[in-house]
């Protein structure tokens, strides 16, 4: 691999002159800066961004990687990261899963290639194998997700959170509970659902099992099914979907069938993503990505980059909040 001594003798410049020709810190004439730059296309040579970087006293740079930007879960944690990375001087580097492994591995490798100095990741799969190389290297937090890593994972207690949830609709006279999941390998989902079993449980309850709606794909599947389930002569009195994004979908299905909400049916979400107060009517939810629980992440975050004490690995949870709004009706009594 080519240095920047290599450079030098190519060009026929001095270190010191190759540096200050890349870095722009000082007036290089035209015609060095050009053979410099012959020299550096002929070499292939890459500056050590690392050294750069430490001798500066960092990048000043976080990289943040997430599932899918679509999801509009998403944007207010991106929002409120950057927020919180641009109080603190840091710039937050962005980048997209879209689901995809692979993107991920090539996103890890630009951060090491930029010398972040950090690392928030929120992952795509049930895998985090493409973090594993960095954890020694890099100071990184895991996010809503808990695996064995040498990193910390900061995650919401989804077991906790849905139990909490069907506590509050049986408590509102609801037995008959609709689950709504998407993906019940996703572990979140699982968690999830292991939450609503215990609560059920602890409520003598069997009449849920009637009633799951499991791997959910898209949005016309979200409305097919739901439409064959408020057509049922034993339809449920409630749902309760393990995320917002199902919501309009269901909001439409329950209007298509001449069925109002809360009268006819109580609906249910999880996340609180920011359009839920406007629906028709608002949304009662689980809230968990708040801006206290974000800035708990991102400081986690900043102790490990200004301490140097990383690559270790630890589990904390967080709690979720119920946000009572009006597509919930008590039918008890």
Request: glycine share 6%.
């Given at each position: ?111 090491r290639t ?144 001449g069925l ?46 200004k301490t ?26």
């Amino acid at each position: 691999m080519a240095g920047i001594k290599d450079v030098a003798q190519l060009s026929g410049v001095s270190p010191s002159t190759v540096s200050r020709t890349l870095t722009g810190s000082a007036f290089v004439e035209p015609e060095t800066r050009q053979r410099v730059m012959q020299a550096v296309r002929e070499l292939n040579y890459k500056p050590n961004m690392a050294a750069r970087n430490l001798k500066a006293g960092g990048s000043r740079m976080i990289g943040l990687i997430i599932p899918d930007i679509v999801n509009p879960y998403y944007p207010q944690i991106v929002k409120t990261l950057e927020d919180l990375a641009v109080q603190e001087g840091y710039s937050l580097l962005f980048c997209d899963a879209q689901g995809d492994f692979e993107r991920e591995k090539k996103y890890f490798e630009t951060f090491r290639t930029l010398c972040v100095d950090g690392i928030l990741y929120v992952p795509s799969t049930e895998s985090v194998e493409c973090a594993y190389p960095y954890t020694d290297s890099i100071p990184m937090v895991i996010i809503n997700r808990t695996f064995d890593i040498n990193a910390p994972c900061i995650n919401i207690n989804d077991e906790e959170a849905t139990q909490h949830a069907v506590r509050y609709l049986l408590g509102k006279g609801h037995s008959k509970i609709a689950l709504f999941s998407n993906n019940t390998q996703r572990q979140y989902n699982s968690k999830r659902m292991r939450g609503c079993e215990l609560a059920f449980q602890e409520a003598g309850n069997e009449i849920y099992k009637r009633y799951l709606v499991k791997d959910l794909v898209n949005e016309e599947d979200i409305y097919r099914r739901t439409v064959e389930l408020l057509r049922r002569e034993d339809r449920p009195t409630a749902i309760l979907m393990f995320n917002d994004n199902m919501a309009m979908c269901v909001y439409r299905a329950v209007f298509d069938c001449g069925l109002r909400i809360p009268d006819d049916i109580s609906v249910m979400g999880f996340d609180d993503i920011p359009t839920a107060k406007y629906m028709s009517p608002p949304l009662t939810t689980m809230r968990h990505a708040t801006y206290d629980t974000l800035k708990i992440i991102f400081n986690n975050l900043m102790y490990q980059i200004k301490t140097r004490d990383f690559g270790k690995g630890s589990t904390t949870y967080y709690k979720a909040t119920l946000v009572e709004r009006d597509s919930v009706r008590n039918i008890r009594g």
